[in-house]
């Protein structure tokens, strides 16, 4: 499953974040989002409704990877994993969810935003990660100090993340996509404007594309 997520953010290296309550809604976020060009979609679990809204996506839709995010003990990693996830993000670095990802072949992104953190990922096994949040945590310059000291860690920044600064993140060569719910404004999805979260996603794709030639 990590090559063919590895591919699909090579060519587009922009992750959206879906926090909905209801299924239905998830789904036309999600076409919405794949209308534009992204494929990767990271269903995070902040509501009651999320898990059910990720299992609507996987069931409804066709061609698309979908993870569970906000993931935060090993009992919801493997309940989103019976649900159908194909990775799982973390806030932060749990070692018992890093070892059960490891073992099942699921890709996980554990937070990670000091030092420290990136060396016990590597030191359990992991060779990519999140770097949350990412605008707090030293964005772009501190990116750069632990790709000159972690040559084989690849990151993905979140928080804080926009189309705006997307180009600056995704010029450092160790980013291997960014995530980001700039592209799911609450605002568009309760008015059921899905035009306009496709026309985020396109920009998205426009710019990564432009940022990595």
């Not at 992204?38 to 990877?65: F, H, K, N, Y």
């Not at 990151?155 to 997307?166: D, E, H, K, R, Y």
């Amino acid at each position: 499953m990590m090559d063919a997520l590895e591919q699909r953010l090579a060519a587009a290296p922009v992750v959206p974040l879906i926090g909905e309550n209801d299924p239905a809604r998830a789904v036309k976020t999600t076409q919405a989002l794949a209308d534009g060009g992204l494929s990767v979609i990271e269903v995070v679990m902040r509501s009651p409704g999320a898990q059910a809204g990720m299992e609507a996506i996987l069931d409804q839709t066709e061609g698309l990877i979908v993870g569970a995010g906000t993931v935060l003990t090993l009992d919801q990693a493997k309940s989103v994993v019976a649900s159908g996830a194909q990775f799982i993000v973390s806030p932060g670095l749990v070692d018992e969810i890093a070892r059960y990802c490891i073992d099942e072949g699921i890709p996980f992104f554990p937070g990670t935003m000091t030092a420290g953190e990136v060396q016990r990922a590597y030191a359990l096994g992991l060779r990519k990660v999140k770097f949350f949040p990412a605008s707090l945590a030293g964005g772009v310059p501190m990116l750069k100090a632990f790709s000159s000291v972690f040559g084989e860690m690849r990151f993905m920044p979140t928080g804080g993340v926009s189309a705006a600064n997307l180009p600056d993140f995704l010029s450092v060569p160790s980013v291997i996509a960014c995530g980001g719910s700039w592209l799911t404004p609450a605002n568009a999805i309760d008015a059921g404007d899905y035009a306009q979260v496709t026309a985020l996603a396109r920009e998205a794709v426009d710019i990564a594309r432009k940022a990595r030639g």
